[in-house]
């Protein structure tokens, strides 16, 4: 490797580990205090931080530049400093995008320590004896999983990197694409970091079977409740101030700069805030944008039903476990692993091919390239959940199905498909999520004439949020958070 490539595996390595160190021990405290303690709120601070895990990064990349970035109204109304700039700025927006990703995987560990054994030792000490030795210790594989998971997410993407002239692998392969570069070229340098990172997956899929061993179903019991005592409202209120910072600081910042006013005096500039063109901002965006809309929703919806298929013929074989785990293991490993635009540059080595018209018709006059970039990004995440689902089918019914005859495809026809219908709708809401956020796959394919919303609100970001790319950020927040309400109301009927 030549010292360029040294220094972008540099500079990734740098970015991912200081976005782990702020992240996962904010996230492990986060997801203790709402999945094992008494305190209070615990229910709005889990919806606000599932919600949190719909918005796309550049969403909320924006979200923080409307407030401290170089147009952002702090830095305006003061007249600087600048606080989101640079390398700490990519830190700062990585991490408060990962803190949600880091209690929801120690949180379900947290939630599948067995009972029991908390009851047991609880008998012969104190609660905090309880938890060095019983509750802790159950969740270490989980707080790896959520480290390895982290830093994949903050090296493979190039969004926030981008915006903040910050150079690592994923931005770079961007950058070489966009100014011309072949993908050959682009993709050389980066290759040990791909295999890198494909490493990490595979071992962070290896700890997360850690979670849910298969030799028993999870306890059903009460679960062990830490009681804070006289800490709980000091807690309380430094669990909210963490959640305000977290989510209430980069919605703020959008409302405020979509429904700011500014006039012209005779001793400058006066800012106010209106919350009527703050509606009015967010209520005509979807028809400034429709065609944007558009793209995104028809690409979205293509994509993640072709991903949940996918998933289905990956997840069917591998909920027995053994060797028939391997496709499912080792392709949810690579489009984890693999960085967006490098998924963006290997659909163009495969489409454009100028001896094969059919294909580069298909690749410049069709969708056919972002659907599956897009297919791809929401595959691994669909097939982990239908992967779940279809491991806790009733073996004894799938055994008297085969007894009276029916394959492997008529017992997943008849029977895993039908009764696991809200597993489905979940994979299905989570791929098309990932496909309407996603930026980093389907930049360097989409054709002529076609611009989703994810596109055209990142090209806007690098001239600075004003009040319309704030109104048109705040309704995709809106939209998210549906999903993400749907998602809830499934999982709850799920479970």
């Not at 104190?126 to 060095?132: E, K, R, Y």
């Not at 391997?326 to 967006?340: D, E, K, R």
Request: hydrophobic fraction near 55%; include cysteine; charged fraction near 15%.
């Amino acid at each position: 490797m030549d010292s360029r490539t040294w220094t972008l595996l540099l500079n990734t390595a740098l970015l991912a580990a200081a976005v782990t160190a702020i992240s996962v021990p904010v996230g492990t405290l986060l997801a203790w205090l709402l999945a094992r303690t008494d305190v209070p709120g615990r229910r709005i601070g889990v919806a606000l931080l599932a919600a949190m895990l719909f918005v796309p990064l550049y969403l909320q990349a924006a979200a923080w530049q409307a407030g401290f970035g170089l147009q952002g109204w702090y830095t305006l109304a003061f007249g600087g400093p600048v606080w989101l700039e640079g390398f700490r700025a990519a830190v700062w927006v990585h991490a408060m995008a990962a803190i949600p990703w880091a209690v929801l995987i120690v949180g379900i560990a947290l939630r599948l320590v067995e009972p029991e054994l908390e009851e047991q030792a609880a008998l012969d000490g104190s609660a905090w004896q309880v938890f060095a030795r019983v509750t802790l210790p159950g969740t270490w594989a989980a707080v790896g999983v959520a480290t390895l998971w982290v830093a994949i997410l903050t090296a493979g993407e190039m969004t926030v990197t981008d915006l903040f002239s910050v150079r690592t692998y994923a931005e770079e392969l961007y950058t070489q694409t966009a100014i011309g570069a072949g993908p050959g070229e682009a993709s050389l340098g980066v290759l040990p970091g791909v295999v890198l990172t494909g490493s990490l997956v595979a071992a962070g899929l290896a700890l997360s079977a850690r979670l849910a061993p298969r030799d028993r179903p999870p306890s059903r019991r009460r679960r062990f409740v830490y009681r804070l005592g006289r800490w709980r409202v000091p807690i309380a209120l430094l669990a909210a101030a963490g959640l305000l910072i977290l989510v209430g600081v980069p919605l703020g910042n959008l409302i405020y700069k979509a429904g700011v006013l500014v006039s012209q005096t005779e001793t400058g500039r006066i800012r106010e805030f209106s919350i009527g063109k703050c509606f009015w901002i967010i209520a005509e965006s979807p028809g400034h944008y429709r065609r944007e809309f558009g793209w995104s929703a028809a690409v979205g919806v293509i994509a993640a039903s072709v991903a949940v298929v996918g998933a289905i013929a990956l997840a069917w074989p591998a909920r027995r476990g053994g060797p028939r785990v391997m496709p499912a293991m080792v392709v949810t490993a690579v489009f984890l692993a693999v960085p967006g635009p490098m998924i963006g540059l290997g659909i163009i080595e495969v489409m454009n091919q100028p001896d094969c018209p059919i294909l580069v018709k298909l690749y410049d006059q069709s969708i056919l390239a972002p659907v599956a970039a897009l297919a791809f990004r929401g595959l691994p995440l669909a097939t982990l959940i239908l992967w779940h689902a279809f491991a806790t089918l009733p073996g004894e019914v799938l055994d008297a199905a085969a007894v009276d005859g029916a394959g492997p495809i008529g017992r997943l026809v008849r029977i895993a498909l039908p009764s696991r219908l809200p597993a489905l709708a979940l994979a299905w809401l989570v791929a098309l999520a990932v496909a309407l956020g996603d930026l980093a796959a389907s930049i360097l394919v989409v054709p002529p004439g076609v611009t989703t919303l994810s596109i055209r609100i990142f090209g806007l970001l690098h001239y600075g949020v004003e009040d319309q790319v704030a109104g048109i950020c705040l309704a995709q927040v809106i939209l998210f958070a549906a999903i993400a309400a749907v998602v809830g109301w499934i999982v709850r009927r799920w479970e």
